[in-house]
T-cell receptor, first 115, second 113 residues
Framework: NAGVTQTPKFQVLKTGQSMTLQCAQD?????MYWYRQDPGMGLRLIYY???????DKGEVPNGYNVSRLNKREFSLRLESAAPSQTSVYFC??????????????FGQGTRLTVV | KNQVEQSPQSLIILEGKNCTLQ??????????LRWYKQDTGRGPVSLTI?????NTKSNGRYTATLDADTKQSSLHITASQLSDSASYIC????????????FGPGTSLSVIP
């Protein structure tokens, strides 16, 4: 049982380049989330998807887009990367429709550097 | 303003010793509080969850306490092991909406032999 799988684990982009971070879960969870983690700060929610076919903005959505491709997969896209997007990105999933009311499972993270 | 604060920022202890990590929050209204452990290079893993009506919750050598009146929580680690070296994150959820899930900045714990 792989849980939540993110790819890639590491990525270096030049300013202005685009890329998509992939996330897949095999636990049949309804909800999926994208967070970013920066030094000295707590994880901040970028986007979430409460169910297949729905997505909503979180706390820091600017510069990102998401796609809930199916129940398993939730991707995060950076259309024009900026140095401020250098961060560690985490995908998470949970069975219920609220992150805290049911246990959330996190992927291993994607460390992104924009130069 | 950071709605969840943790102290200390970092801590070094000897293997076998106990330690206590603190979490203060201002999130209101409050629904529940969770402690996560995050190993270096990994995603967070849930340790405990407490609702506003619970005072304490244990998970093996980890014991979390909650004082909803003072808006404080602590995580006590007993008989520390080298594998306890990690970042410990306090997460507080308000009553409504996803953007009320607030992660603290974490406490980095190093357990040395």
């Amino acid at each position: 049982n792989a849980g939540v799988t993110q790819t890639p684990k590491f990525q270096v982009l030049k300013t202005g380049q685009s890329m998509t971070l992939q996330c897949a879960q095999d636990m049949n969870h309804n909800s999926m989330y994208w967070y970013r983690q920066d030094p000295g700060m707590g994880l901040r929610l970028i986007y979430y998807s409460a169910s297949e076919g729905t997505t909503d903005k979180g706390e820091v959505p600017n510069g990102y887009n998401v796609s809930r491709l199916n129940k398993r997969e939730f991707s995060l896209r950076l259309e024009s990367a900026a140095p401020s997007q250098t961060s560690v990105y985490f995908c998470a999933s949970s069975r219920g429709t609220a992150l805290m009311n049911t246990e959330a499972f996190f992927g291993q993270g994607t460390r992104l550097t924009v130069v | 303003k950071n709605q969840v604060e943790q102290s200390p920022q970092s801590l070094i202890i000897l293997e076998g010793k106990n330690c206590t990590l603190q979490c203060n929050y201002t999130v209101s209204p409050f629904s529940n509080l969770r402690w996560y452990k995050q190993d270096t290079g990994r995603g967070p893993v849930s340790l405990t969850i407490m609702t506003f009506s619970e005072n304490t919750k244990s998970n093996g050598r980890y014991t979390a306490t909650l004082d909803a009146d003072t808006k404080q929580s602590s995580l006590h680690i007993t008989a520390s092991q080298l594998s306890d070296s990690a970042s410990y994150i306090c997460v507080v959820m308000g009553k409504t909406s996803y953007d009320k899930v607030i992660f603290g900045p974490g406490t980095s714990l190093s357990v040395i032999p």
